[in-house]
């Protein structure tokens, strides 16, 4: 008996996911952003295969929480752009630019950087960034 309450509990506790603080973000997240201009300031967004979402500037660098995304949508993202960002070389930022990154691990990451009057910027990177910021809602008071 002991034993059986002891696997629901440990199947209940598996099946919730982790959540994540800002103090404890994992290392796979894709981050996205924008910057630069006369502040030199960078907005930045991290999504975490788990739907987490969250939020951080240069200037005030500890990230906040934002809305999760559905996981089922998160994971979908995770598993069409990564292949994507992964096949780009493309960083030519300007004075204000967007940027996507994959980050695999600590020092493993792939990155896409253009500048925002760049014509020649590639369009899947510049569709998954409108994608991406379409996620993201305010903060809830």
Known sequence: MKYTLLL??????????????????????????????FSG?????????????????TFAGTPEELPKV???TAETIFQELTPTIMEM???????KYAYIQY?????????VVWSESDEKA???AVNYFDQLKGLVKPAKE
């Open 103 to 111: 980050q695999v691990d600590s020092s493993t990451n792939y990155r």
């Open 70 to 72: 559905k996981k089922k």
């Open 122 to 124: 590639p369009e899947k």
């Open 89 to 95: 070389e493309y960083i030519k930022p300007g004075n």
């Open 8 to 37: 629901l509990f440990a199947f209940a506790l598996g099946s919730c996911g982790i959540k994540y603080t800002a103090s404890t973000l994992p290392e796979k997240q894709i981050l996205f952003g924008e910057g630069g201009g």
């Open 41 to 57: 300031n960078v907005k930045e967004y991290i999504l975490l295969e788990n739907g987490q979402l969250f939020t951080r500037t």
